[in-house]
């Protein structure tokens, strides 16, 4: 469920640093939540004036972590977004919101809550990460 929308500027992120900005991303998901990475959703939406700031992290996560998680993976993923693009802090702005698990389905299952996934549950995901896979490689 991890949805991370990055709203830029029309042209102003190429698509080699989008790349690298959801890789980065994905990595600091999952290093600081445990979850698979096929969980991990990262999008670019241009669009100038939308935000106070020329760009703005949108996140979305499910409910129930510390909030000294939260922090550091917000922390984190902008630190992250900024090494790779260059923007200056003062250009850039973000959020992360949460909802409930069961609000969000990923693979056709509902997700869990953090801390309650279940064997089932891990294999389905890693069924996911071989057709991703799969796909990738032309398959």
């Not at 089932?120 to 294999?123: A, C, F, L, T």
């Given at each position: 469920m991890p949805f991370y929308r990055c709203v830029?500027?029309?042209?102003?992120?190429?698509?080699e640093q989008r790349a690298a900005v959801?890789?980065?991303?994905?990595?600091?998901?999952?290093?600081?939540?445990?979850?698979p990475r096929s969980f991990v959703h990262v999008v670019f939406d241009e669009a100038d004036d939308r935000?106070?700031?020329?760009?703005?992290?949108d996140g979305g996560n499910r409910?129930?972590?510390?909030?000294?998680?939260?922090?550091e993976l917000l922390s984190d993923l902008m630190g992250a977004f900024r090494e790779i693009t260059g923007v200056s802090e003062q250009d850039f702005g973000g959020r992360i919101?949460?909802?409930?698990?069961?609000?969000?389905?990923?693979g056709g299952m509902v997700l869990p809550e953090p801390g309650e996934e279940t064997a089932?549950?891990?294999?389905h995901d890693e069924r996911i990460d071989e057709r991703l896979e799969q796909a990738a490689a032309g398959g």
């Open positions: 830029v500027p029309k042209d102003s992120v190429p698509y959801a890789k980065a991303f994905t990595d600091i998901h999952c290093g600081n939540t445990g979850a935000w106070e700031t020329p760009y703005f992290l409910a129930g972590r510390p909030e000294e998680v939260k922090a919101t949460e909802g409930p698990a069961s609000w969000t389905m990923e089932e549950w891990y294999e």
